[in-house]
């Protein structure tokens, strides 16, 4: 029984049914992919899987505490479970752990990569995927050379990246050219992709449930789940008790709260992110653009701009505070001011990612009836087909 239907759940269930393994999805919204996996970035960031805690990010903390950076804010709180998990994430914030997360996450996200691969070899799945290419995009000299640093490391890896000039990349994207501030380099990845994660996961629970007999349930929420050595039983809201020889949390932000109430302390905190669509415009990239310095992701997907950005580490609530929405919007208009309709944006979004101190996600089964593959803060969308394929190997080869 797996306990949330965000991509990584419907990821999750479709390795393990592929496995001929029985499955029941619940969830506490009204379908699949109405969390986190709604408005996220859309981009499949294959070779992008830096981890948050680094030396560079220590030195900015006491900006960032005091709110000095418009994309990135920390908001106070003081229970134990975020004292602990900061003091973690901190120890997290060295060169040799930063190289270290990044390099697993990077190996978990080729296993994404495959088993996303081998997926639509065997089902037809329309989720406006394509290859289209990514380019970060660096505001100074120190950042660009940083990056670059990192970009080596991947490359070392078997990692296809390459540093491009300003004027090497207008070629490539000739909507650069309307870029609303200069850059001195960019990094690019021609073989990166996009998405749509919010209609993956519905079309694939579709395909789960016609082709693989996997059961959904939704405005299903979970509140407790009591295990023994021989069964798990997890406890709704409405009183309702149901019954799994396994229960697997794959509910993100709210993951940590639900393991601790089994004696499991996970460290999972929220992270929350905004997003927003717009028109496109003759001016829109076709390349997946990242904006370093202000936080920002441009991905196109057909007629539209979806941009997405800002970090608000500890805000627990989904609730779209009309100030960072307008940040967003601001900051977008500044970094690549034609790139979409700014008059015209919609679908104003925000969603809680959820954050593990090294980055990665927690692929782990704590009890001979429970597992967990939850913690993939701002890569769910990149990690789920991998975690997804980790946690069935965990499962069914011990």
């Excluded at 749509?196 to 996961?201: E, I, P, Q």
Aim: glycine share 8%; hydrophobic share 45%; with cysteine.
């Amino acid at each position: 029984m797996i306990i949330g239907a965000g991509v990584v759940g419907i990821a999750s269930a479709y390795a393990l049914a592929r496995r001929g393994i029985a499955v029941t999805v619940l969830d506490a919204m009204p379908g699949p992919a109405m969390g986190a996996s709604f408005g996220n970035g859309r981009q499949l960031s294959y070779g992008y899987t830096d981890a948050l805690a680094s030396a560079d990010l220590l030195r900015k903390i006491p900006r960032l505490a005091l709110g000095r950076d418009p994309a990135f804010r920390i908001y106070p709180a003081f229970d134990l479970a975020s004292i602990r998990w900061k003091l973690q994430f901190l120890a997290n914030c060295t060169e040799r752990k930063f190289r270290k997360n990044s390099l697993a996450s990077l190996q978990l996200a080729r296993k994404s990569r495959n088993a996303m691969a081998a997926l639509l070899q065997r089902h037809e799945i329309e989720f406006g995927h394509r290859t289209a290419g990514k380019m970060l995009l660096f505001g100074n000299a120190q950042s660009f050379a940083r990056g670059c640093e990192i970009m080596n490391m991947k490359v070392s890896n078997q990692e296809r990246q390459m540093a491009l000039s300003p004027d090497v990349a207008r070629e490539i994207e000739p909507a650069l050219d309307a870029a609303g501030s200069t850059f001195t380099g960019v990094i690019y990845a021609p073989t990166e992709e996009t998405g749509n994660a919010a209609v993956f996961s519905e079309n694939l629970a579709d395909i789960l449930h016609r082709e693989y007999g996997t059961s959904f349930r939704y405005d299903a929420r979970v509140c407790k789940i009591a295990t023994d050595s021989e069964s798990a039983r997890v406890i709704l809201d409405s009183g309702e008790e149901l019954t799994a020889d396994l229960a697997i949390v794959c509910s993100g932000a709210a993951a940590g709260k639900l393991l601790r109430k089994t004696k499991v302390n996970t460290p999972i905190y929220p992270m929350k992110g905004y997003s927003f669509i717009a028109p496109a415009t003759a001016a829109s990239p076709e390349v997946s653009i990242t904006d370093v310095a202000r936080k920002l992701v441009f991905t196109r997907i057909g007629d539209e701009m979806l941009i997405a950005g800002l970090a608000d580490l500890g805000d627990d609530s989904s609730i779209v505070r009309p100030d960072r929405m307008a940040d967003l919007i601001t900051s977008a208009r500044a970094s690549l001011p034609e790139a979409a309709d700014y008059d015209a944006t919609r679908n104003h979004w925000s969603g809680l990612r959820p954050m593990t101190p090294n980055s990665l996600p927690v692929i782990a089964r704590p009890s001979a009836t429970l597992a967990i593959n939850a913690g993939h803060g701002m890569l769910g969308w990149t990690l789920a087909m991998g975690s997804g394929e980790q946690l069935a190997e965990l499962i069914c080869e011990g």
